[in-house]
């Protein structure tokens, strides 16, 4: 099966299994679940196109046993990036921006732990770059750590065993065959839908604090209590 490479060839998902096999998909997992170097892996459309060549036999592992594997290497890999965000601390939100690495990405997981809590676990699986982050967020908040467990192992069930069961459902339906690079495309937009909306959500606010802030800029205090009242005005020209 050739696919269609979305971006450079060595993130093309078929290449990546077809070069590096099963060892190399569990790295990639592992490193996108909790490490600062991999949130620009494709891990959405690896873990469908794992589950399609499962199913079409050019993959030559037992799907069950390529799930638990798939859901152990995310669940090592959030708990280093916890380990991580515990040691580095409050340090992490003062680390220069560098070329893997935008001070822009902490800051919008944190915001995503912040406003989910400790759900955000779960929901963070399903959202490139956020899902690198959220886990060394939740360390450096120190959220207790059997939470922590409890909704790791969660999220990394339903995020890496369902997406890789539906490419294996759906990789034995011939339409996707047909047409595995629109899929694949298609998996890649649906998956930073979560990051636009944000990003129009932020700006929208943006624009609605703008007003806000500019009418507060005349001086006043509030309630108008600048200068005398009309009565006291009165009184004092009588006097």
């Known amino acids: 099966m050739n696919t269609l490479a979305l971006g450079p ?17 569990l790295l990639i997992v592992f490193a996108e679940s909790g ?26 592992y037992p799907l069950w046993l390529v799930c ?17 965000g515990r040691k580095v601390g409050p340090a992490l939100f003062k680390r220069p921006d560098s070329r893997l690495f935008k001070q822009e990405n902490v800051e919008k997981a944190h915001e995503f ?5 400790p759900k955000s ?16 967020i939740a360390g450096v908040s120190r959220m207790n750590y059997r939470s922590f467990i409890t909704y790791n ?8 065993v369902g997406v890789t069961v539906l490419g294996a459902l759906l990789g034995k339906i011939d339409f996707v065959h047909e ?11 649906i998956s930073v839908v979560p990051i636009v909306i944000e990003v129009l959500r932020a700006r929208s606010q943006g624009k609605k604090a703008v007003p806000a ?20 005005r009165g009184r004092h020209a009588k006097r």
């Open 179 to 189: 047409h595995i690079e629109m899929i694949l495309i298609l998996i890649v937009l």
């Open 121 to 136: 676990l779960v929901l963070a699986r399903f959202v490139p770059i956020v899902r690198t982050f959220t886990p060394i």
């Open 35 to 60: 490490l600062l170097i991999g949130f620009f892996l494709p891990g959405d459309s690896l873990l469908f196109t794992t589950g399609l060549l499962v199913t079409t036999g050019q993959l030559k």
């Open 213 to 232: 802030e500019a009418g507060d800029g005349s001086g006043r205090a509030p309630g108008g209590n600048n200068g005398p009242s009309s009565g006291q």
């Open 68 to 84: 638990t594997l798939i859901a152990v290497a995310a669940i090592v890999g959030d708990q280093v990036g916890y380990l991580f």
């Open 9 to 25: 060839s060595w993130l093309d998902p078929d290449y990546l299994l077809n070069t590096f096999g099963l060892p190399g998909l």
């Open 153 to 160: 192992i969660v999220g990394a069930i339903l995020w890496g």
């Open 113 to 117: 732990f912040e406003k989910h809590g």
